[in-house]
């Protein structure tokens, strides 16, 4: 971005709130005046089916906005909640769309944010409906880390990610006894592990073979060295 960009989006005003684990931040059916961006942590976009059950469609963690939509849109189909303890910045509609007219290329930012958001979509259509479970798991996996390596928030081999064995599930369409034996047969590979929060990549090479995962849907211009 050009100097100016960087300038207007400095003086956006915002308001900072922090969330516990679950609680929403966006619910099903609001109309939002405010954009959310994560500052720290790391949260899940989720339908919410009228059993109570969730449907995770996305995650999302530092520097992203996962309700972008919400600028476009006048009410909200799905619901966000913190994924384990999270903060959140809420800039106003108004005031983006200020800077949008002040900046226009701060604009196409945006467009291209929820561009990428509907990439991410269509491959958990994929990931979901057309392969085994094993391989679901492990592609998930591997966008989350390949992704928390290029913002900057996953360590060398390591990622915190504050998932329960259910929302893995309910993100991976499994139950959780499913879930359970496919997280036990992952570890049985060596090349990856995930135990108490926390994503361990042992072997990154084999397992995105294992997981068919080839990053270009997800349109990063900074590629995380590995």
């Not at 049985?188 to 995962?213: P, Q």
């Amino acid at each position: 971005m050009a100097a100016e960009d960087i300038e207007q989006i400095s003086r956006l005003s915002f308001v900072v709130k922090q969330f516990e684990g679950n609680e929403d931040l966006i619910r099903q059916g609001d109309s939002p005046h405010a954009a959310a961006l994560v500052l720290s942590g790391m949260v899940g976009r989720y339908h919410l089916l009228a059993n109570g059950r969730r449907q995770y469609l996305s995650f999302h963690i530092v520097g992203d906005m996962p309700d972008a939509q919400g600028l476009f849109i006048e009410q909200m189909d799905h619901a966000v909640c913190a994924v384990g303890r999270a903060v959140i910045a809420f800039i106003p509609h108004a005031d983006i769309i200020k800077a949008f007219e002040a900046r226009p290329p701060l604009g196409f930012a945006i467009w291209r944010e929820t561009l990428i958001d509907a990439a991410i979509f269509r491959e958990a259509i994929t990931n979901n409906s057309a392969r085994p479970v094993l391989v679901r798991m492990t592609h998930l996996f591997c966008e989350l880390f390949y992704r928390g390596r290029a913002s900057g928030v996953a360590q060398q081999d390591r990622l915190e990610l504050p998932l329960s064995l259910l929302q893995l599930g309910e993100a991976l369409g499994m139950a959780i006894a499913t879930t359970n034996r496919t997280l036990q047969r992952l570890r049985a590979t060596g090349n990856a592990d995930f135990r108490d929060g926390v994503l361990t990549v042992k072997n990154w090479e084999k397992l995105i073979r294992i997981g068919e995962f080839d990053p270009r849907y997800l349109h990063l211009k900074k590629v995380p060295a590995l």
